[in-house]
């Protein structure tokens, strides 16, 4: 059984937002973590790991930086990882990057038993497709917002996390899973995994190397490939100062309320 | 000093473990009322940090020097007792073990040690022989199959959770100072082996700290470690890493203290502005950052010379230990100076670190005695 964990490199939005003077992110001035969601995929991958023996390979496309985050997700404790990583990749939109993805997924090979993760939602572009579309191309079932998980055989027992609620859902392998945070808790690298996550196989899928996967097609990736664009980006306006209400207590519950239905708040 | 991808990426990982899982309610919890917090321990053994620069082959994680130093900075910078849960086993428990352990003494006692499952302390001191460890009187005499033990070990870290001692005694009283004394290995729970109480102490609380007495306590001969008579230059060579182990705390405490100065003077307004906004406390801090630095690449560049066990790495470890202790008391001092009464109140994080730092300048061999080891190098 292979585990196959989709990891992003995203902008860390904890610490300061760099924005360009054109409205686009400064990402390269920015520091970058491991999307949140996707070390919870990785944490999944690496307990099954632990009960079952898979083969873990955490995946990625994005520049050639991408590669220390990989390792890290080695010195996690996954066995290998693969780049993929091209110029005619970039500028992909939701629709264009899962294309790529599940070409690199179906050129590694998808066996029977095999298991796809991913992060629910990337930080930094919240659209939370990208997993979804991998499935969908794929064509195996997927299973989203994954906040428990156990293998019986060849079946897969999911807690879905809903807004009221939980659904539990049983799938069958080939499958797809998206994780959310809630799912468990990653854990920390080891120093004997850090020492030997340089010397672990790596593999880097370009264009040349794709090409001739049947989802792979000029006309489906990359910024052409990409059925959306992005027309305009920009900062949202700052908050004003507060307002301070004046009035009796009714008056300004009213006030209070009725400015807040205007915002959408309530 | 530039490290490497791989020690770039360990020293990210010791940071992110000792920010998440020391917590400041642990640390509070641990200075107030001293003790030993097991379930931290036991996360600290579940990454191997126990094992950090214990070969793999004995359950350890392969880490050099280096990693070694890198983790006890950063541990300390969080929380300075807590580093040193993590590397007693790493030097002053397995440093003898590795030196001259055999096969079996390896398997039996430094594997547990390196994967967290038990602990192993070092006593050499005694209430007679500090700075002066050639002077001691605990006596082991020969029995047949087993050395009888007797005496009194004080001041030793880690005595009342321990499992396993080393314990330095004199196997032949005809020679004096340093020759005729021998290493053991003590199983803890041997008849007539006893802990005092545990030391209250002015910093690190949460490791205790206590005397063992040795009342005939029967030894086994395969647990005399390494040559008979010859224990004391491994007690000495021990006491290297063990020194560069505590050069790293005092560096980590120092760049915590920094950080809180740092954080402090930026936000404290008097006379209408951030205090940092005066040169009085802002070439303080460029005071406190510049030692730091010079301490860091003194303790990383002596870590390397362990490593490559260059000639004069002991001199290079004493050296560290010696700079970065006195330097970790001189920030913390000013760490305190930046925070006004504040910092004389155990609300502020800089009251701990400036009571941890003092110890620094005092175990694994006083400012005084890095100050005879390195005059001794020079002048020889
Ligand atoms: C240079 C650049 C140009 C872009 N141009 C456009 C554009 O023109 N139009 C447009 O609509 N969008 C554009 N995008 C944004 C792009 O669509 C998204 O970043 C991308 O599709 C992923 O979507 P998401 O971030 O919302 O991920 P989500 O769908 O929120 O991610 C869900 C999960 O999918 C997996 N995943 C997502 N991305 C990757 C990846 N790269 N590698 C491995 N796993 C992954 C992870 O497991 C993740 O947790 C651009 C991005 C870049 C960097
Ligand atoms: C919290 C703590 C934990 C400890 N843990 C351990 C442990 O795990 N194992 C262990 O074996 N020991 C341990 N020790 C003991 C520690 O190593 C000794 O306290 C230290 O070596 C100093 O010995 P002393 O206290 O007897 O001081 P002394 O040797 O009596 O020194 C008193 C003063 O005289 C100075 N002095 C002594 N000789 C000279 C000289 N020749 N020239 C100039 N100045 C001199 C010293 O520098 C010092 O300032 C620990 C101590 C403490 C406080």
């Known amino acids: 059984m292979r585990i196959y964990v989709c990891v992003k490199q995203v902008p860390d939005t904890s610490g300061k937002v760099a924005v360009n003077a054109n409205g686009t992110l400064d990402r390269a ?40 985050m990989l390792r890290e997700c080695i010195a996690m404790g996954a066995d290998d990882a693969v780049l993929i990583s091209g110029r005619e990749f970039g500028g992909s939109d939701t629709f264009a990057t899962s294309q790529i993805i599940a070409g690199g997924l179906s050129n590694l090979g998808v066996g029977p038993e095999d298991i796809i993760f991913c992060g629910r939602q990337a930080i930094d572009g919240d659209t939370a497709q990208v997993g979804p579309q991998i499935a969908e191309k794929l064509n195996i ?52 995994g850090i020492l030997e996550c340089y010397k672990k196989p790596f593999t880097v899928l370009d264009y040349e190397a794709l090409k001739d996967e049947p989802l792979i097609d000029p006309t489906t990736i990359g910024l052409k490939g990409s059925p959306t664009n992005i027309f305009r980006s920009f900062t949202p306006p700052q908050k004003g100062a507060g307002k301070m209400l004046q009035g009796s207590n009714e008056e300004m519950v009213k006030e209070l309320a009725e400015s807040l239905a205007k915002k959408h708040v309530i | 000093m530039i490290l490497s991808k791989e020690h770039e990426l360990m020293r990210k990982n010791f940071r992110n473990f000792a920010e998440t899982e020391f917590t400041t309610e642990i640390q509070e919890q641990l200075d107030r009322e001293g003790g030993f917090n097991w379930d931290i321990w036991k996360k600290i053994a579940k990454y191997g940090f126990a094992g950090t620069k214990i070969p793999v082959e004995y359950g350890g994680q392969g880490g050099d020097y280096l990693a070694y130093a890198l983790m006890n900075e950063e541990f300390a910078r969080v929380c300075p007792v807590l580093a040193i849960y993590a590397n007693t086993p790493n030097s002053l428990g397995g ?35 500090g700075s002066d460890p050639g002077s001691m009187i605990t006596r082991a005499t020969a029995d047949g199959d087993y050395y009888v033990l007797n005496g009194r070990k004080c001041f030793i ?30 199983d803890m729970h041997l008849d007539g082996v006893s802990c005092g109480k545990p030391e209250p102490k002015m910093g690190i609380n949460g490791y205790p700290t206590s005397d063992i007495v040795f009342e005939n306590v029967r030894v086994h001969k395969s647990d005399l470690l390494g040559p008979l008579d010859k224990g004391y230059a491994v007690a000495m060579k021990t006491l290297d890493g063990g020194r560069l182990g505590v050069a790293a705390q005092s560096l980590g405490i120092a760049q915590g203290a920094l950080e809180e100065a740092i954080a402090y003077a930026k936000e404290r307004k008097q006379f209408g502005k951030p205090i940092s906004y005066n040169q009085g406390v802002s070439f303080m801090l460029a ?41 970790a008391n001189r920030v913390c001092a000013k760490a305190i100076q930046i925070h006004g009464g504040y910092g004389f109140i155990k609300d502020y994080k800089v009251e701990r670190l400036y009571r941890d730092a003092r110890v620094m300048t005092l175990y694994e061999g006083t400012s005084q005695v890095q100050q005879i080891v390195i005059s001794r190098s020079l002048l020889k």
């Not at chain 1, 919870?40 to 009960?51: H, S």
């Not at chain 2, 032949?172 to 290493?183: D, Q, R, T, V």
């Not at chain 2, 950052?289 to 260059?310: C, G, V």
Request: with cysteine; hydrophobic share 40%.
């Open chain 2, 95 to 129: 440093g003898p073990l590795l030196q001259c352990g055999n096969k079996e003494q390896l398997e039996k006692y430094l594997t547990p040690a390196a994967k967290g499952e038990k602990h192993i302390v070092f006593a050499l001191t005694e209430p007679g022989a």
């Open chain 2, 157 to 186: 870290s880690g005595a009342p959770i321990a499992d396993y001692a080393i314990v330095y005694a004199r196997t032949n009283p005809e020679l004096k100072g340093a020759k005729g004394i021998s290493m053991f290995i003590v």
């Open chain 1, 141 to 192: 079932p997927q299973v989203t917002y994954a906040a428990e998980i156990h293998k019986n055989g060849n079946t897969l027992t999911v807690k879905r996390l809903l807004e009221d609620g939980y659904m539990t859902v049983e799938v069958s392998t080939p499958c797809l899973i998206t994780c959310v945070k809630e799912l468990n808790q990653p854990r920390y690298m080891t120093v004997k």
């Open chain 2, 287 to 327: 005071d406190m950052a510049t030692e730091i630095e010079a301490a860091r690449n003194l303790i990383y560049s002596a870590a390397q010379a362990k490593d490559m066990d260059a000639k004069d790495a002991s001199t290079q470890c004493s050296m560290a230990k010696y700079y970065a202790s006195e330097m």
């Open chain 1, 29 to 68: 001035s920015m520091a970058t973590i491991t999307n949140p969601d996707d070390l919870a995929a990785v944490e999944a991958a690496l307990k099954l790991k632990d009960e079952t023996g898979a083969q873990v390979t955490v995946v990625s496309m994005g520049p050639p930086p991408a590669e220390g």
